[in-house]
C-alpha cells in the first residue's frame, strides 16, 4: 500500500500531538559488539630511553632500518568502544540512524536520506535488505512518514533518543590481525530511552518497528563493525521494558505495532544471517 507525503504544516494544523516515552534494552545476541569511538589506543610498552635513542639514530641516518622495530615498542593498535565518562553506551545517534534505515527500506514512499541510493553496497546488505531505486522525495514541505516523524534537512524531529549504557562487565578485546577492537560480549545489555510526540498509535508503532519489534517475537538488527562480514559479531534484539504515554491516553505496544502495519504494510527482513 503506497501512501502519499505528508504536508508538515497540515500535519501540527489539524493532529494534536500525544507525548510520552519508551524504555527499551537492547542485549548483545552475537559473540561480540563494537561500536567504536573512532579512538584507538595505542600503549609503549618500552622504556621512553630505547624509544629516544631509536629516534634519534634514525634522524642521523645511522638506523634506517629501525623504522621496522619501532612497531615491536608499542602495543597492538586498540579500537575503543564509544563511552559517555566511563560508561560505553551506543550513542543516541547511532539509535537513531538503526531506526531510520529500517524505516527507509521498510516503508512505501519513503525517503532515502540516510540509506541514500549507492553503489557502495556491500554484497551481504543487498540480499538482506534489497533497496530499491525509489526516488527521493525529501522537498518540504511535502515530506514522506518518516521525515515526518523524524525530521529531516530543515524539519525538527518529532522524536529525542537518548545514549543506550551498558549495564555490568561485559568487555572483552578481540584481535583481527594486527590490531585489536574492545568489545562487548555476548549477553551484555544496553539500556535506554526513547521521548517521542506522536500524531497516531501508527506512529509509535514505527519507532517500535524500526527496533525491530514485532507481534510474534522480536527480531534481530545488525548494528556496529563487522555485522556484515563477520557472523560473531553485530546481532543485537531489542525489547521494551516500558511505555508510558501523558495526557491520558491509552497507546500499546501491540495496538500501535498492529496499526502501523495497517497503514503502511511495510517489508520486513532478516537481517540474521
Known amino acids: 500500500m503506497s501512501r502519499s507525503n505528508t504536508p508538515r504544516n497540515h500535519t501540527f494544523r489539524d493532529a494534536p500531538l500525544t507525548k510520552g516515552v519508551l524504555e527499551l534494552e537492547g542485549e548483545v545476541v552475537s559473540d561480540y559488539l563494537h561500536v567504536g ?26 638506523s634506517l632500518t629501525s623504522f621496522a622495530s619501532l612497531n615491536s615498542m608499542f602495543s597492538r593498535p586498540a579500537h575503543l568502544l564509544s563511552r559517555v565518562g566511563d560508561r560505553v553506551v551506543i550513542p543516541g545517534s547511532t539509535i537513531k540512524g538503526m531506526v531510520r534505515t529500517r524505516l527507509e527500506l521498510s516503508i512505501p514512499n519513503a525517503c532515502y536520506i540516510v540509506d541514500m541510493q549507492s553503489r557502495n553496497y556491500s554484497q551481504r546488505y543487498r540480499e538482506i535488505f534489497k533497496p530499491d531505486q525509489r ?41 583481527s590481525g594486527s590490531e585489536s577492537y574492545e568489545v562487548v560480549k555476548k549477553g ?72 502501523f502495519v495497517r497503514a503502511y ?3 520486513d527482513f532478516k537481517e540474521d544471517w
Not at 38 to 61: F, H, N, P, Q
Request: proline letters at 3%; glycine letters at 12%; hydrophobic letters at 35%.
Open 37 to 62: 569511538s573512532g579512538i584507538v589506543d595505542v600503549v609503549l610498552t618500552s622504556d621512553v630511553g630505547d624509544l629516544t635513542d631509536m629516534i634519534e639514530r634514525i634522524l642521523k641516518g645511522e
Open 135 to 175: 526516488k527521493r522525495a525529501d522537498r518540504f514541505p511535502q515530506v514522506c512518514p518518516v521525515c515526518d516523524l523524524l525530521g529531516n534537512t530543515g524539519l525538527a524531529s518529532r522524536v529525542e533518543f537518548s545514549d543506550f549504557t551498558l549495564s555490568g562487565d561485559w568487555i572483552d578485546f578481540f584481535s
Open 188 to 259: 551484555g545489555k544496553f539500556s535506554g530511552r526513547v521521548t517521542f510526540k506522536v500524531k497516531s498509535p501508527e506512529e509509535l508503532g514505527m519507532i517500535l518497528w524500526g527496533f525491530g519489534i514485532r507481534s510474534g517475537g522480536n527480531k534481530v538488527v545488525l548494528l556496529g563493525r563487522f555485522k556484515f562480514q563477520d557472523r560473531r559479531f553485530g546481532r543485537v534484539k531489542f525489547t521494551v521494558k516500558s511505555l508510558k504515554v501523558q495526557g491520558g491516553k491509552t497507546m500499546t505496544v501491540q495496538d500501535s505495532l498492529n496499526s
Open 265 to 267: 504494510s511495510p517489508r
